[in-house]
């Protein structure tokens, strides 16, 4: 005769065992290549903070669902990811750069001024970059304007 404890443990089994197992589904990033770069102003200092966010352009063909993105450091250098992944999949995107200075300090709650110019922060035809297996040393690199 089985106990209650081993039917439920089986029956625990059963139920948690494909949970488990569609944790790993989803879709999929795919194959990622390596983006990575730095962003500096016009007169080679870098932009210190912000994020870099690479948008599909599906006018060119890439069907990709997702939008790599990656944070700035201190020195300008950033690396993008893809569902948490480093890399992008291969394609032609449009650059999208968001970075925003410190609020006044008699102000904390003003909104923050923008350290670049607000078109880096909408699709560009000529702010694009083709992501590929093969990419060449400051392939990735970007020079940007400040906000005026």
């Known amino acids: 005769m089985r106990t209650l404890s081993a039917r439920l443990g089986r029956r625990w089994a059963v139920l948690v065992l494909p949970l488990l197992v569609c944790l790993g ?41 997702f939008e790599p993105m990656g ?25 999208h750069i968001n970075a925003q200075g410190d609020p006044p300090a008699d102000n904390p709650y003003a909104i923050p001024p923008p350290l670049v110019h607000p078109k880096y922060q909408t699709d560009q035809a000529d702010f694009t970059v083709e992501v590929g297996p093969s990419a060449a040393p400051g392939k ?9």
Request: aromatic share 10%; hydrophobic share 25%.
């Open 71 to 95: 944070t700035i450091g201190p020195d300008g250098s950033y690396e993008v990811y893809t569902q948490q992944q480093p890399g992008a999949a291969a394609g032609t995107y449009f650059i």
């Open 25 to 65: 589904c989803g879709p999929s990033a795919g194959n990622l290549n390596p983006v990575k770069g730095k962003i500096t102003f016009k007169d080679g200092k870098p932009l210190t903070k912000g994020a870099v966010v690479l948008r599909p352009n599906t006018a060119k063909g890439n069907t990709s669902k």
């Open 140 to 148: 990735y690199d970007f020079q940007v304007t400040g906000p005026d």
